[in-house]
């Protein structure tokens, strides 16, 4: 069956950093934009970071510019999220999912992940 597994949270510091992973398996992916989304408690689920299939194209949330970065690699059907200088409000939980084309609105996401816990401590 189709899944998305995501990997890498955990609970650091302020300042600190960390790497989500999300596999992909169950399917053909090819042509699949994949998108990073978090949810923290009591909010919506907001976009955080996109990219397209080749990786060409990225795309970010104004809030996380310049201290995350989304990467693929399409070989292993894997996405990854380098979260740089984090801060208390990216505390939230971190989803990976897929579509057929670029949204940063999460309902245009055909495919979802579990989740995992990111946790940002002063």
């Known amino acids: 069956q189709v899944q998305l597994v995501e990997s890498g949270g955990g609970l650091v510091q302020a300042g600190e950093s960390l790497r989500l992973s999300c596999v992909a398996s169950?399917?053909?992916?090819?042509?699949?934009?994949r998108g990073w989304f978090r949810q923290a408690p009591g909010k919506e689920r907001e976009f955080v970071a996109a990219?397209?299939?080749?990786?060409?194209?990225?795309y970010y949330a104004d809030s996380v510019k310049g201290r995350f970065t989304i990467s693929r690699d399409s070989a292993k059907n894997t996405v990854y999220l380098q979260m740089n200088s984090l801060k208390l409000e990216d505390t939230a939980v971190y989803y990976c999912?897929?579509?057929?084309?670029?949204?940063?609105?999460?309902?245009?996401?055909?495919?979802w992940g579990q989740g995992t816990q990111v946790t940002v401590s002063s």
């Open positions: 999912a897929a579509a057929l084309e670029y949204s940063r609105d999460y309902v245009k996401y055909d495919y």
């Open positions: 169950g399917r053909t992916w090819r042509g699949y934009t």
């Open positions: 990219t397209s299939w080749s990786g060409g194209s990225t």
